[in-house]
């Protein structure tokens, strides 16, 4: 796989939904994220990640799933599996603290905030790919939750749409070894121009 070669001025940080229920240790979905998260070391990455981008003057994008509310998906006709478990168990519920974004990666001014996504793509049915090409964005590294679910999905509709694609196998975790075996080793490679650990990204931007 090639090594990737960042435009500074061309290169969006997406960062996949940043919920204290996916990141916080008392989150509802984390506990089932813990053991890889806590391998990878994915907060510590998501925090290096963060400071190495905005100190190279790229772009971040935050991209959020929706958050859930009383009435969201009962009346659907065909509610997928993960909508499913969200409308039972109120998944980064809006109004209360787990939908939140983790007070370590809250947008900051300057930021792109997408609207949210319904289901696994950041970028179905939302305005995503109209705020980047408004930025001129033709490179994006995409992190945050879940690497097999919305981080692949994202990835792959990015590529679709004709972006040079980055995943960071570090900074982003799943329910269990297999999900990242798929992610990372089997689907990845069909899609993604590149596959860096956060060390080989933030040395891709300082040029080293």
Not at 57 to 68: F, K, N, T
Not at 73 to 81: A, I, K, L, N, T
Not at 174 to 195: D, K, R, S, V
Request: charged fraction near 25%; include cysteine; glycine fraction near 8%.
């Amino acid at each position: 796989m090639a090594q990737p070669n960042y435009p500074i001025d061309r290169t969006a940080y997406l960062l996949v939904d940043p919920f204290n229920d996916f990141l916080h240790e008392d989150g509802k979905v984390f506990p089932q994220l813990k053991p890889v998260a806590e391998e990878v070391g994915l907060l510590d990455n998501l925090r290096r990640l963060d400071k190495a981008m905005r100190a190279a003057g790229v772009q971040v994008a935050i991209v959020p799933h929706r958050r859930w509310e009383p009435g969201d998906y009962e009346s659907w006709d065909h509610p997928s599996p993960t909508q499913r478990k969200i409308m039972d168990r109120h998944h980064f519920a809006r109004g209360e603290w787990g939908g939140e974004f983790h007070p370590d990666f809250a947008p900051k001014p300057g930021d792109i905030i997408a609207s949210e996504h319904w289901g696994q793509s950041g970028f179905a049915n939302t305005d995503l790919d109209m705020k980047l090409k408004q930025h001129g964005i033709t490179h994006v590294i995409i992190v945050g939750l879940i690497a097999n679910t919305c981080i692949e999905t994202t990835a792959k509709y990015a590529m679709e749409l004709g972006y040079h694609v980055t995943l960071v196998k570090d900074a982003t975790a799943a329910f269990g070894h297999a999900h990242m075996h798929a992610a990372h080793e089997i689907n990845g490679p069909t899609f993604a121009h590149a596959i860096r650990t956060t060390d080989e990204v933030i040395n891709d931007l300082s040029g080293k």
